[in-house]
């Protein structure tokens, strides 16, 4: 199994810092993502953005939305969920950073109630040995790796077939 690297992350995260979304590909998108991470790994989140990006896919960054609170508050937590609903997929950037998070987890609780587990996509991010050490819940979902073709794809629990990320969020999820 090989996990997305840091390194990776970091390559297209220099990509992605000039290659931002016009607002007419933003409205052409036919999927978006709302992306679970922590706010200390902009560079990841970037990286995974031109990810995305490359496929044809929107990402909801909640820093990069005006209308957020700039004091966390329980306007803060209602406004994230109502984005985690209006979402079509829930991805969670698993970084060492994100898993100490306070808000991860939850964001992961709202999104199971409201997303169901085939719209929830694990990524979870190697550091520079290679290794991922993520809590037990998150093997309930779906994990996004590099497959043999070295293309990201999406991995149910405990399965050694998948099928391409891009193909799962055409699909609205991974659904058999």
Sequence with gaps: M?????????AKSRV??????????LTQARYSVF???SHLDKEFVYGFEQELKEIGISAYIDWRD???????????????????????????LATK???KSAWVPWEIGVADQTKGE?????IP????????????????????????????????PNMNEG??????????GYYE
Aim: hydrophobic letters at 40%.
């Design 163 to 172: 099928i391409s990320l891009r193909k799962a969020i055409l699909k609205g």
């Design 66 to 92: 005006a209308s957020m609170p700039t004091i966390t508050d329980r306007k803060t937590a209602d406004k994230i969920k109502n984005k985690i609903a209006e979402n079509d997929l829930f991805m969670v």
């Design 2 to 10: 090989v996990y997305l690297s840091e390194k990776r992350l970091l």
């Design 35 to 37: 992306l679970s991470h």
């Design 125 to 156: 991010v190697a550091d520079d040995s290679g290794k991922f050490i993520g809590n037990e819940y998150l093997q309930l979902y779906n994990q996004v790796i590099i497959s043999d073709n070295k293309e990201l794809g999406v991995f149910r």
């Design 118 to 122: 085939n719209k929830i996509f694990i």
């Design 16 to 25: 992605s810092e000039n290659s931002h979304f016009s607002k007419s590909q």
């Design 97 to 99: 950073n994100a898993l």
